[in-house]
């Protein structure tokens, strides 16, 4: 190699950068070391994107929410079995009346006694699963 810098006339350009000579087959600037025929494509803009990607998402949790509230507010609230409790702590609902007990001609009531404890019996139960009086089994 002679050293010599080549001239415009052979197929060389200008650096971009330095504004140096560079000849036809070197891909890079020997000056300054920048790429000479090489183009880098530019870093993607990636903020359009971003911005249509946040506000999706914030439309999205805006109507999620409206949706919660739209399902889970009830103007008129229910007035079931389970009741209310207020500031006293005593439930909005009252029991129904306990029905009298017949009485028999001496003034007992017609249930059995209690078996005494250890005895075997049945259990009565309303519908409801409540416990009522105690029955005395056929055998005992």
């Known amino acids: 190699m002679s050293g010599a810098i080549p001239t415009a006339g052979s197929g060389t350009i200008a650096c971009p950068r330095c504004a140096a000579p560079v000849g036809r087959e070197q891909d890079w600037c020997l000056v300054c070391g920048a790429a000479a025929r090489t183009r880098l494509a530019p870093a993607p803009?990636?903020?359009?994107?971003?911005?249509?990607?946040?506000?999706?998402?914030?439309?999205?949790?805006?109507?999620?929410?409206?949706?919660?509230?739209?399902?889970?507010?009830d103007p008129d609230?229910?007035?079931?079995?389970?009741?209310?409790?207020?500031?006293?702590?005593?439930?909005?609902?009252?029991?129904?009346?306990?029905?009298?007990?017949p009485t028999g001609p001496s003034g007992t009531t017609g249930l059995a006694p209690a078996p005494p404890s250890g005895a075997t019996g049945a259990t009565?139960?309303?519908?409801?699963?409540?416990?009522?009086?105690t029955r005395r089994s056929p055998s005992g």
């Open 77 to 101: 609230p229910a007035t079931g079995a389970t009741g209310t409790t207020g500031a006293s702590g005593a439930t909005g609902l009252t029991p129904p009346p306990a029905p009298a007990a």
């Open 45 to 73: 803009n990636w903020k359009l994107p971003v911005a249509i990607l946040v506000s999706v998402v914030a439309v999205s949790l805006v109507a999620l929410a409206l949706a919660f509230v739209a399902l889970t507010d």
């Open 124 to 133: 009565r139960r309303s519908p409801s699963g409540a416990t009522g009086a």
